[in-house]
């Protein structure tokens, strides 16, 4: 049965209802039907190389271990013993040719099997049966161009149609160059008491809060002049800029302009450089659209329920959910492998400098997503919507771009869609229920529950 | 009757007290954001460095230093002088009102160079910040300072910091260390 979440969202209207931000058994449920059943973001291929480099990282609220294999496969696993429960890793990140437990000493190997058990002999009397108690792994690991994902749901679509059109977007960075991503850096976490879709929310369609929320660091940190921000909504057509919705609940923004990904680099001149001399081989790549108007713009990319990507400010993120007002927010610096050692040290200190924990971007967004949060204890407060109804109506087809669109940055069309996918989600016992839609007119044909 | 004690100061009383009444001003300038006076305090050619912290098991060291690593603050001079600017915009909405914050400096330890006119300090700084409705956040930070005499005054040269949470605990880092 579970919560009923018909009327929570009205996606004709982009009204929600402020409990989806504060309800325990909201929560759970998204736990059970969001991170239970989507593919979710486990590592970038590049973070663990060699066989045996692990990475712990967490799958809503479950801790899991991936770990690559000797055979250079990747097998990911909770980070539980199966004797009573302890956590088998500790470390962020690591290299290892087994992992064992600090409670009672049972090991375990990088392909799960539990290999040894102290006083296996003179306690257990040597009837233990060892290949019962393996750690449990993710039923479905797979890659997409370098991006690890994990599912929970033996049921679930393959990731390659679970990202479906959106991945023609993806590629912009992830297959722009020949030899692919890397993310860099240590992780970078964060603490925030915010509910997690309220950031998720607000990079996926929110082009609309940059000129205000963030106005003290646009004044004095802005190299270029960003049309499609400055501009009104009726003034801009998607030859400047666009929004890409539907997709399953993926998104995109993106300027059209091919350049001003880097606008808030003080000087922008060695990553446009790279741009300008990589630029013929992109679009021979990618073709026209995709190598000339997208590759190099801003762009704001999202991977439904919780993974953003910014190419140009080259931030990668995910948000993982610590109950209904908390989430842990983990960021790194994406860069293309082939990228200078000098390139690559300028993206990161941009990366951490603009989006970092102490971002002089991010520092702006913490505070107002804290109290979207928090102002929802209130009782009579809660019982009031929220909205998110910028431009309905006004979404369109394009003949090359897949997905729902919409002109300009500054739009609430994404962000109708993320709820109308969360409804969806929050809805449905099993995937044979959620609808499959990419376009306008599947997402039209598809409905939208209200 | 004075005893010789069996420890020997790295530097003589005059300067260690020197040392401390600086770090002392500096932090009264940071709790009320004097900025321009503490900009003055540093040299041209500051570099204020504060890695991410991470997590590795103990025999795996290595791994924690890399040439490309993320940090919090990799700044020299004219970043540091961004981030006042944008303070200086009186547009940083979760600056207003003012968040009540106090630095408190310990563990002051003041070594020679081997530079003429040059030192090493290190100290241990404890923030603690009252946000809004009293919300308050502690964060303490490990600080290896060198300072220099640079136009008759002492100035700050370097800062390398350790930001000891695995996980920044507050919402915004919009003050400095
Ligand atoms: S809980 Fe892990 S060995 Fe007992
Ligand atoms: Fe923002």
Known sequence: MGVDVSKLVDNKTGRQSRSIFHEQDIYEQEQERIFGKCWLFLAH??????PGDYFRTFMGEDEVLVIRQKDQSIKAFLNTCTHRGNRVCKADKGNAKHFTCSYHGWSFAADGALQSVPLEEDAYY??????KFGLHPVCNVDSYKGLIFGNFDPEAP??????????WYLDVWLDAMPEGTELIGTTQKVEYPVNWKLPVENACGDGYHIGWAHAGVMTVASSMNIESLSLGNTEVDSSTAMAGGGMNGHSIISSLDGQSGYAFYPDPSLPVSYLEENREAVISRLGET??????????NMTVFPNVQMLPGLNWFRVYHPKGPGKMEMWTWAMVDKEMSDELKQTVLDNVCRTFGAAGMFDNDDGENFA??????RGLQTRQKDVYTNMGLGKEYSHPEMPGVISDGLVGEQNQRYFYRRWQEMMAAKDWSAVPNYNSLEEANATGGQN | MSQSLPFKNAVDADTYQTFQTLLYKEARLLDHEEYDQWLAMLTDDIHYYMPVPARYLREEKKQAIKP???NIFNDYKKQLELRIARFATNLVWSEN???LINHSVSNIEVFPTDVEGEWNVLSVVTVLRSRLDGVEKRMVVSRNDIWRIEDNSLKLAKRNMLFNHAVVPDSNLNFFF
Do not use: V
Not at chain 1, 45 to 50: A, G, K
Not at chain 1, 371 to 376: G, I, L, Y
């Open chain 2, 97 to 99: 009102p003012q968040n």
């Open chain 1, 290 to 299: 995709r190598g000339k108007q997208f590759w190099g713009s801003q762009i």
């Open chain 1, 126 to 131: 040597n009837e233990l049966d060892k290949s």
């Open chain 1, 371 to 376: 109290a979207c949060t928090s102002q929802n």
């Open chain 2, 68 to 70: 490309l690593d993320a």
């Open chain 1, 45 to 50: 291929e590049s973070q663990i190389p060699d």
């Open chain 1, 158 to 167: 393959t990731l390659n149609d679970y990202l479906g059109d959106m991945k």
